[in-house]
């Protein structure tokens, strides 16, 4: 009792976090923009439905071979008019090295899907801030790389007509790639620019690069995308100038990513806090304690023991009123002093 508070409206304002008003004047599309920690069973889900769907259209991109074939003319006789037609030379060479091209149709057929899905499950653990925009840049690529797949048909080097190709998983009979032997027949042959085996190991490369801590585990990354452009010469599946072609459709992906976040996704936090009731009341800096901090600048006159109203009528009557906040007696006439 006696305590008169008056608060200041600013007080509150100035008391509550930054970020309660940041996060009160988001609109959806801005949360949508915000990283935010990965769900495991969502990205399982959705890797797997996207491949799924990428296969799906791709091989159902019609088979044109004649059109497929007379683009593959068309790009073999640009490279001899550039001087760098070096596909078929390197082909034979690695050819007569039999555990040499042996290892890179395994290559070829394997490490296209095992380094792409083991450096999303690094970023998903280690660096969960940069994951979805990392993420976002391969599927904008592979998406742009369906579109190419359409609008270009082009027949890989050893389905040229009259070329000298050698089709080292057909000669070696080596399995795995979808690209010969029994398995072609489950897949687009006519679906070679551009290569994604380019453009998935050039996302993998940069990614480890940028954001991996130990010097030979970089160094390891930039040789990848590098190691994977020899391979696709060497067994005959892609023209030098379809790795260009996903080298480009990956600048495609970057540029999405980039307009979407605001920010390259190298360059976004590399963590971010974890969603749920409690998270959620940290990240917002706690509005208890906000408010905690707004009662706590009040302006507070001094308790006098009386209550103000009846301090006031004392005051119009004339009277002094005792001040027992000082401690002190009151020195008004008629006031004896004793008891």
């Not at 008169?4 to 100035?14: D, F, M, R």
């Not at 970020?19 to 949360?31: F, M, N, Q, Y």
Request: hydrophobic share 45%.
């Amino acid at each position: 009792m006696g305590e008169t508070t008056v608060t200041k409206p600013e007080g509150l304002e100035a008391a509550l976090p930054e970020t309660v008003a940041a996060d009160s004047g988001r609109g959806p599309l801005r949360r949508l923009r915000t990283p935010r920690r990965p769900r495991f069973w969502f990205e399982i889900l959705l890797i797997a439905v996207s491949y799924w769907t990428y296969s799906l259209i791709r091989n159902a991109v019609p088979e044109q071979r004649t059109e497929a074939l007379h683009n593959a003319d068309w790009i073999w006789q640009v490279e001899h008019h550039l001087g760098l037609a070096v596909e078929e030379s390197v082909n034979h060479a690695v050819n007569s090295v039999h555990w040499l091209i042996v290892g890179m149709n395994y290559y070829y057929a394997t490490l296209h899907f095992i380094v792409t899905l083991g450096v999303l499950v690094w970023l998903y653990r280690r660096h969960p801030g940069r994951y979805a925009a990392t993420r976002l840049v391969l599927f904008a690529t592979t998406a742009v790389a369906l579109v190419g797949y359409y609008l270009y048909p082009l027949a890989p080097p050893r389905l040229m007509n009259g070329g000298d190709f050698i089709d080292t998983v057909m000669v070696h009979q080596t399995w795995g790639s979808m690209a010969s032997g029994d398995l072609k027949h489950m897949s687009n042959q006519y679906a070679a620019m551009p290569s994604m085996h380019i453009g998935w190991s050039l996302w993998c490369g940069l990614t480890i690069a940028a954001l991996a801590t130990v010097p030979w585990v970089r160094v390891l990354g930039l040789l990848y995308p590098a190691l994977t452009l020899v391979v696709i010469v060497a067994t005959a599946n892609h023209f030098w100038l379809d790795a260009v072609g996903g080298m480009l459709c990956l600048a495609f992906g970057f540029t999405v990513a980039r307009l979407w976040y605001g920010r390259q996704p190298y360059a976004l936090p590399r963590t971010v806090p974890t969603r749920g009731p409690r998270a959620s009341r940290a990240e917002t800096g706690r509005p208890e304690a906000g408010r905690a901090a707004a009662r706590g600048s009040e302006v507070r006159r001094p308790e006098t023991g009386r209550p103000e109203a009846e301090r006031a009528a004392a005051g119009t009557s004339g009277r002094s009123v005792p001040d027992r906040s000082q401690g002190m007696p009151d020195k008004s006439p008629g006031w004896s002093g004793r008891p």
